[in-house]
């Protein structure tokens, strides 16, 4: 058994379950989280262009607040399954920025040797267990996760972040079916920036709404706004907190805005399938903007965060420099981890 | 019984102590899918099991394979190890973007750090009339993808012993099992060990090898006895495991006899078959005194009515047939011999 599913054995009831204020400690871990992000991605916007990184980016720039929110709520090495849109989760689970560069720049030192690369970035030791590039297929991963915390009797639970594309699938409701049935102890995170590629929630779905016709199944499902930091922990807690007293699994809708193109480093308003939204309401969506306005109730403000901006950039150059310097994987591992 | 145990039993027989006798070793085991714990139990495979394991070890599942492959992934993943059985090898097709997308390629990806212990048992081919949804085997399709290893138990010792070695092993394994066999009795070793990746001469012979498949490997013994009675002696390798593939086995075999026919149970376009003739070729290409001959099923979909059917699949038959012109002999006679069909099908002992 991993270390990941015997720390799940400690905590049986969420962390901070109850408690509705941040301390200023945990303010500054998630700003931290929040930051590291965004500055990591707006790194590959800057570096992509010089083509050294061959690796499709699908960047998460406004929907950080989902995978950090989510996981300040986790019990420590609960085990998470992402998508290939999945650098926030990545960074937030494994807080690994050298592997994090070194995978992208498809180097040895890379968590997967540089055969995974940025659609498959993982990190099963630290609970990131498992990513994918095929919509929706590590949802049911999740609940098998469950199903053995369950068998196993962890008293761990087991979370699937997944895009709102993906409940077109039928892998989604037969998950979310068996689920249910078996009442796992997994919670569903749909991280809904409406548009699966470039085709809005409209023309793709022929009911009115997620969270009412999850709802419907026998959970706990609850949504709301994806883009601010504390409100994801809330609702987060809520759900966790129904969870732990009537034990069925979980699902929350979070929405966010997707502010570059599907995959890329680019903005892509001018594409024509959305428009630019006007700059204030840019502002309100993007976490990291909102989450310095949340922190002033707890007295943190532009001089505590400058030094942590500062920090991080350091640590995102010294990465990106370490996974330049650092060598290709030989020859012979084209071979290796085929089987293990 | 003890693990030293001897004793004559069916395949599915086999099947289900292999699988029992993990479960007892292991309590990380468990066998699921759908219909697994009716009263059919997958035709005798899983009998015995929710009765001594209980629910939680022995389940049946909703009708999502593609979701319950991934339920079985992620079961893998956290220490588990899912039997995932499938009363019909076609309904894993439903399934095929878990099997070739995400278990083939989590331990490439991940560098080796994910292990997936994960069993696939699958019900192959034919009974009767059951066309062209229920009839395939599919495993050229499945050791095409690097990653999954892929077995076909022939014996009740090999279905025993090779379960258990999947069970057993890190990665994933997918177990194609023909209906048919299901009926055979053999002796079956508790303590036998076959590990994954080793085929067996089932028969020794000069004269020519046929490299069999599966059910194939019954064909192929009794197109030997047959032909016997004029004298040719055919050497039957019985492949066991598809992918990884014994290829000492069967190339020092070819060696010997430098004729091979491959008798496969799948179609030959893109096939198995395709792929053994073309290593034979490459690797004894100074010793054969004929090219690499092959039979398969015929290139359409299975055809219902019985007729047809027995057109579609090789047999016996096809067998000596084609060895007959390998070694420019005159067609046997054989109006006098008995061969295989639904009604008679061979039973052992094997």
């Not at chain 1, 986790?74 to 609960?78: I, R, S, V, W, Y």
């Not at chain 2, 219909?35 to 009263?39: A, F, G, I, R």
């Given at each position: 058994m991993t270390a990941a599913v015997r720390s799940g054995q400690r905590s049986k009831l969420p962390m901070g379950y109850g408690r509705k204020k941040l301390t200023k400690e945990e303010g500054l871990k998630l700003y931290r989280q929040l930051l590291l992000a965004r500055l990591c991605e707006e790194k590959i916007r800057e570096e992509y262009f010089n083509d050294e990184m061959k690796t499709p980016v699908h960047l998460g720039i406004g929907g950080e607040a989902i995978a950090v929110g989510v996981c300040h709520c986790?019990?420590?090495?609960?085990r998470t399954f992402g998508t290939y849109r999945n650098h926030t989760l990545y960074l937030t689970k494994s807080g690994d920025v050298d592997g994090f560069f070194a995978e992208l720049y498809g180097r040895a030192t890379g968590p997967g040797k540089g055969k995974a690369g940025s659609m498959h970035l993982m990190n099963p030791q630290k609970g990131l267990v498992a990513t994918s590039a095929v919509v929706a297929t590590t949802v049911p991963l999740a609940v098998g996760d469950a199903l053995a915390q369950s068998y196993l009797k962890t008293g761990a639970m087991s979370v699937a972040f997944f895009g709102d594309g993906a409940v077109e699938e039928g892998a989604f409701w037969e998950s979310l079916n068996f689920a249910c049935l078996k009442r796992l102890p997994v919670l569903f995170v749909c991280e809904d920036n409406d548009l699966a590629i470039h085709t809005a929630r409209a023309q793709r779905r022929g009911f009115a709404s997620l969270r009412n016709t999850v709802a419907t199944y026998d959970c706990h499902a609850a949504e709301g706004d994806g883009a601010s930091v504390t409100n994801v922990i809330r609702l987060t807690r809520q759900v966790m907190g129904r969870m732990a007293k009537d034990p069925k699994p979980g699902f929350i809708r979070l929405a966010y805005f997707r502010f570059l193109e599907h995959v890329g480093p680019r903005e892509d308003f001018d594409a024509g399938y959305r428009p630019r939204p006007p700059e204030q309401l840019l502002r309100k969506m993007d976490p990291v903007v909102r989450f310095e306005k949340e922190l002033v109730p707890l007295g943190l403000r532009e001089r505590d965060l400058a030094p942590i901006r500062a920090e991080l950039k350091a640590l995102i150059d010294a990465g990106v420099a370490k996974a330049k310097a650092a060598p290709f994987p030989q020859a012979a591992e084209l071979t290796t981890d085929v089987y293990v | 019984m003890p693990e030293s145990a001897i004793s004559m039993m069916r395949y599915r027989d086999a099947l289900s102590l292999a699988v029992r006798r993990e479960m007892e070793r292991d309590p990380k085991v468990f066998v699921f899918g759908l219909?697994?714990?009716?009263?059919k139990k997958i035709f005798g495979s899983t009998k015995g099991l929710l009765e001594q394991f209980g629910g939680q070890r022995c389940f049946g599942t909703p009708l999502s394979e593609d979701a319950m492959t991934g339920v079985a992934l992620g079961a893998a993943l956290a220490g588990l190890r899912p039997v995932h059985v499938h009363i019909r090898v076609d309904f894993m097709l439903l399934a095929m973007n878990q099997i070739a997308n995400m278990i083939s390629n989590l331990a490439y990806m991940s560098a080796g750090s994910l292990k997936i212990p994960l069993v696939l048992r699958a019900v192959i081919g034919r009974g009767w009339g059951q066309s062209a949804q229920h009839s395939k085997s599919l495993h050229s399709i499945f050791a095409h993808i690097p990653g999954l290893k892929v077995v076909m138990p022939t014996s009740p010792q090999d279905a025993y012993s090779l379960t258990r070695a999947a069970i057993r092993d890190d990665n994933p394994v997918i177990i194609l099992e023909h209906r048919w066999l299901y009926d055979i009795e053999g002796e079956v070793n508790e303590a036998k060990v076959v590990p994954l990746g080793e085929a067996l001469v089932r028969r020794q012979g000069r004269d020519a090898t046929v490299v069999a498949t599966s059910w194939m490997n019954i064909e192929a013994m009794k197109a030997a006895e047959v032909l016997a009675k004029r004298g040719v002696e055919l050497e039957v390798v019985d492949a066991r495991s598809i992918a990884p593939l014994d290829e000492n086995t069967i190339l020092q075999s070819v060696e010997k006899t430098q004729r091979c026919l491959v008798a496969d149970y799948d179609w030959t376009y893109c096939g198995f078959s395709a792929e053994l003739s073309a290593l034979i070729h490459q690797c004894c290409f100074g010793s054969l005194k004929l090219p690499v001959e092959r039979l398969g099923f015929a290139p359409v979909p299975c055809p219902t009515t019985r007729p047809l059917e027995n057109l579609f699949y090789p047999s016996a038959v096809s067998i000596i047939r084609s060895v007959e012109r390998m070694l420019s002999l005159s067609e046997t006679d054989l109006a006098g011999e008995q061969f295989y069909s639904y009604e008679q099908k061979f039973k052992g002992p094997f």
């Open positions: 986790l019990a420590p090495g609960t | 219909d697994v714990p009716d009263h």
